[in-house]
């Protein structure tokens, strides 16, 4: 059978268009559960596709198939021509040309990755759960333990010159966990990504959800105040991913971004940097190129509490008279692509959490929110139930449940005090610890 790629490259090219874009994409990804040291669940799944672009009389057609036959290739290239001639005219479209900066990097995928047998894998899923169990005689249940990685290869090619490789490969591996005391029962998860399966730490995982639930018994409210916080960089993630979308120029072209996120303002603490890395191989959406073909690459967002940049596709780039910096994504073959962040995190600071609480006093640690997806991502005004400690003196004094607090993750960020170096990646969001000037806390 001829290279799919090269035979739809030169079927397409016979073809009345005015230019064309090809992606190719396979996928291969694996999924365990563990319950009581025996297999509870396992998922295998491969997938393969092509997904078409073309534009005719400045019309843009799209079109996809996850079938490699000759008949369904040259069905899908047909199927995107039909599609142009009843879309509107888009002066705007067009498509990649090559760059001479690429960074493909290997170290996306990991040998290890490729070749830990199965059994390896589930074993990972299996120690988490046995070493949670062992670490306290509080835990009781261990409600899911699992691992899963995926490996990406795409190529993609277009009409300009355009032909361009890459690959990636990820793996994570999780707990959540019950304990109980004196009737009382709390729970907690903790979870570890990495590009090689050697470099996830089970016993680590199962201990830092174990002495977190265990950590949470004997909860009790606080009387409504406002008071300083400090959002473990957990929570922090969360409130960061509230308003990342504001940061791409797509959403602001289309109005569903926050007006104050424009270029050149002042909106946050001079401590606050965010970057956004599509090269970074800590974070999720780590890749070579973006959904386009343009390299992938670190852009600062944010700098000294001022935003220095949006995140641009091609074609909003355009809108904007901008240069793409690497943000156009695909969700997979199946739809064509758009614009979001790619690795979006938080620089890191120099203090630790400990320094962090003596440098509040008295306030209140947040170590987990409960409704941040009700939060409104234009105007970033939230009201969530938390829970976390209260902070006296510097220390802990007790946990803290049954809690909310409210305000808006803009102001949030534009009085932060202090920046931790607690930086940890969940996803593609990464985040550090931050303390932050007084909140509305509503409890008893």
Request: aromatic letters at 8%.
């Given at each position: 059978?001829?290279?799919?790629?090269?035979?739809?490259?030169?079927?397409?090219?016979?073809?009345?268009?005015?230019?064309?874009?090809?992606?190719?994409?396979?996928?291969?990804?694996?999924?365990?559960?563990?319950?009581?040291?025996?297999?509870?669940?396992?998922?295998?799944?491969?997938?393969?596709?092509?997904?078409?672009?073309?534009?005719?009389?400045?019309?843009?057609?799209?079109?996809?198939?996850?079938?490699?036959?000759?008949?369904?290739?040259?069905?899908?290239?047909?199927?995107?021509?039909?599609?142009?001639?009843?879309?509107?005219?888009?002066?705007?479209?067009?498509?990649?040309?090559?760059?001479?900066?690429?960074?493909?990097?290997?170290?996306?995928?990991?040998?290890?990755?490729?070749?830990?047998?199965?059994?390896?894998?589930?074993?990972?899923?299996?120690?988490?759960?046995?070493?949670?169990?062992?670490?306290?005689?509080?835990?009781?249940?261990?409600?899911?333990?699992?691992?899963?990685?995926s490996i990406t290869h795409v190529r993609m090619a277009n009409s300009f010159g355009l032909d361009i490789s890459g690959q990636s490969g990820i793996c994570s591996a999780w707990v959540e966990l019950m304990a109980e005391e004196s009737g009382e029962q709390e729970t907690s998860y903790w979870?570890?990504?990495?590009?090689?399966?050697?470099?996830?730490?089970?016993?680590?995982?199962?201990?830092?959800?174990?002495?977190?639930?265990?950590?949470?018994?004997?909860?009790?409210?606080?009387k409504s105040d406002r008071m300083p916080v400090i959002l473990e960089n957990t929570t922090a993630a969360g409130f960061l991913g509230v308003i990342s979308n504001s940061f791409v120029a797509e959403n602001h072209f289309k109005k569903t971004a926050s007006p104050l996120i424009t270029r050149?303002?002042?909106?946050?603490?001079?401590?606050?940097?965010?970057?956004?890395?599509?090269?970074?191989?800590?974070?999720?959406?780590?890749?070579?190129?973006?959904?386009?073909?343009?390299?992938?690459?670190?852009?600062?967002?944010?700098?000294?509490?001022?935003?220095?940049?949006?995140?641009?596709?091609?074609?909003?780039?355009?809108?904007?008279?901008?240069?793409?910096?690497?943000?156009?994504?695909?969700?997979?073959?199946?739809?064509?692509?758009?614009?979001?962040?790619?690795?979006?995190?938080?620089?890191?600071?120099?203090?630790?959490?400990?320094?962090?609480?003596?440098?509040?006093?008295?306030?209140?640690?947040?170590?987990?929110?409960?409704?941040?997806?009700?939060?409104?991502?234009?105007?970033?005004?939230?009201?969530?139930?938390?829970?976390?400690?209260?902070?006296?003196?510097?220390?802990?004094?007790?946990?803290?449940?049954?809690?909310?607090?409210?305000?808006?993750?803009?102001?949030?960020?534009?009085?932060?005090?202090?920046?931790?170096?607690?930086?940890?990646?969940?996803?593609?969001?990464?985040?550090?610890?931050?303390?932050?000037?007084?909140?509305?806390?509503?409890?008893?």
């Amino acid at each position: 059978m001829p290279d799919i790629m090269d035979y739809a490259k030169t079927f397409i090219s016979k073809q009345r268009v005015d230019s064309w874009e090809i992606f190719l994409t396979t996928s291969q990804s694996f999924r365990v559960e563990v319950k009581g040291s025996v297999v509870d669940s396992l998922q295998r799944s491969n997938l393969k596709g092509m997904a078409v672009r073309v534009i005719k009389d400045y019309r843009p057609g799209f079109s996809f198939s996850s079938s490699s036959e000759i008949q369904n290739i040259e069905k899908t290239i047909i199927d995107a021509l039909d599609i142009a001639t009843v879309m509107p005219r888009d002066d705007s479209a067009s498509f990649t040309k090559p760059y001479s900066d690429y960074e493909l990097k290997p170290g996306l995928l990991k040998d290890h990755l490729l070749v830990m047998p199965e059994r390896d894998k589930i074993e990972i899923a299996r120690i988490i759960e046995n070493e949670a169990y062992a670490f306290d005689k509080r835990i009781s249940i261990a409600r899911t333990s699992g691992y899963v990685d995926s490996i990406t290869h795409v190529r993609m090619a277009n009409s300009f010159g355009l032909d361009i490789s890459g690959q990636s490969g990820i793996c994570s591996a999780w707990v959540e966990l019950m304990a109980e005391e004196s009737g009382e029962q709390e729970t907690s998860y903790w979870y570890d990504q990495n590009r090689d399966p050697l470099g996830i730490d089970p016993r680590q995982i199962a201990r830092k959800a174990a002495r977190r639930a265990i950590g949470a018994l004997g909860g009790v409210p606080i009387k409504s105040d406002r008071m300083p916080v400090i959002l473990e960089n957990t929570t922090a993630a969360g409130f960061l991913g509230v308003i990342s979308n504001s940061f791409v120029a797509e959403n602001h072209f289309k109005k569903t971004a926050s007006p104050l996120i424009t270029r050149g303002a002042r909106l946050f603490s001079e401590k606050l940097g965010i970057i956004d890395d599509g090269m970074d191989e800590r974070g999720e959406l780590a890749f070579g190129f973006d959904g386009e073909g343009a390299p992938a690459q670190k852009t600062v967002v944010v700098e000294g509490g001022e935003v220095r940049s949006w995140l641009y596709d091609r074609y909003y780039g355009a809108k904007f008279s901008q240069p793409s910096t690497g943000n156009s994504r695909r969700a997979g073959f199946e739809s064509p692509p758009t614009s979001g962040i790619t690795n979006f995190f938080i620089e890191p600071g120099k203090l630790t959490l400990d320094q962090m609480m003596k440098v509040m006093s008295n306030g209140l640690l947040i170590t987990e929110v409960m409704g941040l997806h009700t939060a409104n991502p234009v105007s970033g005004d939230f009201s969530v139930g938390a829970s976390g400690f209260r902070i006296s003196n510097g220390t802990i004094e007790h946990p803290v449940r049954g809690i909310a607090i409210a305000g808006n993750v803009i102001d949030l960020f534009g009085k932060l005090i202090e920046v931790g170096n607690d930086f940890q990646y969940f996803g593609n969001i990464g985040a550090c610890s931050l303390l932050c000037e007084p909140v509305s806390v509503s409890g008893s």
